[in-house]
């Protein structure tokens, strides 16, 4: 069995930055699986298909044509349907979509055919909302990475405004406190720590400490 290593969490909570690092440091594949979800709502808006138009996006999904060029090293550029948008992917209204769209049971069992696809040899850390409650539940190590709404709102401001987006910190404070209870309480694989998984508050911690921590949970669960 192909192992993986799940890092579920909320928005902003550093899982991405610690899932590539983490693979990069095991030299296993990565997947973002968020990713996937505001490629989607990419694609819909291009498509002008409302967010909650169930059939239309599950036809998008099956259709969607999603490459990430470059390894877990750096981020990737990202090409949705052929069209290059590794800034708009990152961006606040993708992510906004991507709750939204992540919400219907239909896009969600759309798209787990191709989250699963990504389980190549020799492994996988795999970051999202669900990966190891939904997606891989038999990932043998599940962390469930968090931090507050100020700290978490905090680190997306600067990556933001470094890419250019006009945004301010309240705003995002308060995106991100509706989004957490939207993510928390759709009926739909709800965003909560998978059973067994770890839970490991980063508010007070930088990247590479809690990569190093990562780290030391797959050691001791090897």
């Keep these: 069995m192909i192992p993986v290593l799940a890092i579920d969490g909320p928005s902003g909570s550093g899982k991405g930055a610690v899932g590539m690092g983490v693979a990069e440091r095991l030299g296993w594949h990565y997947l973002d699986s968020g990713a996937v979800y505001r490629a ?24 969607l044509d ?5 390894g877990a090293a750096a981020e990737p550029q990202v090409y949705v349907n052929g069209r290059e948008c590794s800034v708009a992917l990152r961006g606040p209204e993708a992510a906004d979509a991507a709750s ?17 696809a990504a389980r190549r040899p020799p492994g996988l850390v795999a970051d999202g909302r669900d990966m190891g409650s939904h997606v891989f539940p038999d990932a043998f190590l599940k962390v469930f990475l ?6 978490r709102a905090a680190r997306r401001y600067h990556q933001l405004k470094a890419k250019g987006f006009g945004v301010t910190l309240p705003q995002l404070i308060q995106e991100i406190r509706e989004r957490d209870e939207r ?16 839970v ?14 990562v780290l030391a949970m797959v050691s001791c669960s090897a």
């Design 100 to 116: 939204r769209v992540a919400a219907l049971a239909g896009v969600r069992q759309a798209l787990l055919d191709r989250q699963r």
């Design 200 to 213: 490991l508050d980063s508010s007070a911690l930088g990247l590479q400490d809690v990569i190093d921590r």
């Design 146 to 151: 968090t931090a507050s709404p100020e700290v």
């Design 66 to 70: 999603l490459r990430f060029a470059g």
């Design 183 to 198: 993510d928390a309480n759709r009926a739909v694989a709800p965003l909560k720590p998978a059973q067994g998984a770890i």
């Design 40 to 63: 989607l709502g990419l694609a819909a808006s291009w498509a002008q298909v409302a967010c909650d138009d169930e059939r239309a996006l599950r036809a998008l999904a099956a259709a």
